[in-house]
């Protein structure tokens, strides 16, 4: 019976550690930059509506910083795991991160459920848009891995983020309209 490429190779020499710091941050700034989009876009019309459960839009606005720096977080947990499981490649990168972000905000959401006022359309919408989230991240740290060069990924993520920041914007001001 052969070695899977999924299992670990003993003899395999591991990055300098600041290989994976760089693709810590570049999944982290995928993140982000799908954030952007989906809470700045897509999700905006939700948080324009009171509630009881969310933050002011003027002060959740002034806290995005924080948010941000939670999800460095799950990017580091995320690259860690895939190195300690050696998932290589994009595909095997966006399931596991699917699978990650399924089971982490999955849990977070049903815990959000059964103790807080969120809206059940904001929580389900929550857990799809952050499970995408890891998913896209897992895609970066599986393509990195893969490729153990960066130089390219970090333009193909700078270009991503952009793009997703833009959208969102373009996405908001479209709503805001209606």
Known sequence: MGVSEDMSNPNEQLLPFGFYIKLTLLAWLSM???DFFLHAGILAPLYAQESPFLLPPERAFALI????????GLAVLLVWLMVKLNIRAWRKGAIFGFQLGFLAWGSLILGLYSISTAAPV????????????????GAVAGYGLAARKLRRLFGMVSLFA?????????WQNIANAL
């Not at 904001?122 to 991240?137: I, N, P, R, Y």
């Open 122 to 137: 904001l929580l389900w919408t929550w857990f799809l848009g952050q499970t995408v989230e890891l998913s896209v991240a």
């Open 162 to 170: 952009i793009l997703a920041i833009v959208i969102g914007i373009i």
């Open 32 to 34: 982000i930059g799908f």
């Open 65 to 72: 910083p924080i948010g941000y720096i939670s999800f460095l």
